[in-house]
């Protein structure tokens, strides 16, 4: 079999429950699909993104599924350009530690909210520790369930930055319509006109971390 490039692998990682990791991966991973073949892997014990797909009739553009054991995602057995996983919220596990050892890039998304942003030291210096043993490893903040706040979002950018990890310009805001492609099993892309807004705060998101 000839050798087929390795996938480029991102994670959706914050040891705090709720800031959007399975939103925004579920989401991505469908984004990513409209350019390659791609998986989407539930590392989470919860297993939200998998209960998601199973919520449509409609076929995802992308395909799913749990990560018992830990696929060795460039072997898969179809061809894969792009992995997304969602990570549970926790960091010290072997599994998210031996992960970050072979990701391209991980995306911490962050409530636009000083409490959360206090737990993420620890979160900073893991990634920081990954790094030196996988030197081609990006990471950045993501502001999640922003409000349409220009003076919050703009001070939420500026105490991320303290943190020294790069933190995305596109925000993404607090829409309903991830709430209801969830429930109906779908991305917000497979939505037209009601998903537009936020399929093109993704796509904004994918050209920065591909860049
Ligand atoms: N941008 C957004 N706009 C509106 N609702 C959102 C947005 N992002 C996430 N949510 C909602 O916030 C809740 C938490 O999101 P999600 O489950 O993606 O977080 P998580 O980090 O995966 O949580 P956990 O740590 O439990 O795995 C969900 O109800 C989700 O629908
Ligand atoms: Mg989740």
């Known amino acids: 079999?000839?050798?087929?490039?390795?996938?480029?692998?991102?994670?959706?990682?914050?040891?705090?429950?709720?800031?959007?990791?399975t939103t925004l991966a579920f989401n991505l991973a469908a984004a990513l699909a409209q350019r390659d073949s791609t998986l989407l892997v539930d590392l989470?014990?919860?297993?939200?993104?998998?209960?998601?797909?199973?919520?449509?009739?409609?076929?995802?553009?992308?395909?799913?599924?749990?990560?018992?054991?830990?696929?060795?995602?460039?072997?898969?057995?179809?061809?894969?350009?792009f992995v997304v996983w969602d990570c549970p919220p926790a960091i010290d596990s072997p599994q998210v530690l031996a992960l970050l050892a072979r990701l391209d890039w991980v995306l911490v998304p962050v409530l636009p909210s000083p409490v959360d942003l206090w737990a993420s030291w620890h979160l900073v210096r893991l990634l920081q520790q990954a790094s030196s043993g996988n030197p081609g490893l990006r990471a950045a903040f993501v502001i999640n369930q922003a409000e349409p706040d220009s003076a919050l979002t703009a001070a939420m950018h500026q105490a991320l930055r303290e943190f020294g990890l790069?933190?995305?310009?596109?925000?993404?805001?607090?829409?309903?319509?991830?709430?209801?492609?969830?429930?109906?099993?779908?991305?917000?892309?497979?939505?037209?006109?009601?998903?537009?807004?936020?399929?093109?705060?993704?796509?904004?998101?994918?050209?920065?971390?591909?860049?």
Request: glycine share 10%.
């Open 44 to 81: 989470d014990a919860q297993g939200s993104a998998l209960q998601w797909a199973a919520q449509g009739g409609e076929p995802l553009p992308m395909r799913v599924q749990a990560a018992h054991p830990l696929p060795p995602a460039a072997d898969a057995a179809e061809p894969t350009a």
């Open 166 to 211: 790069p933190v995305l310009t596109t925000v993404v805001r607090r829409r309903a319509i991830y709430r209801s492609a969830a429930l109906g099993g779908q991305a917000v892309q497979m939505l037209g006109r009601r998903g537009a807004a936020a399929t093109a705060e993704l796509e904004a998101l994918i050209e920065e971390i591909l860049k």
């Open 1 to 21: 079999m000839p050798d087929r490039p390795a996938p480029f692998q991102l994670a959706l990682l914050n040891h705090k429950g709720g800031t959007g990791k």
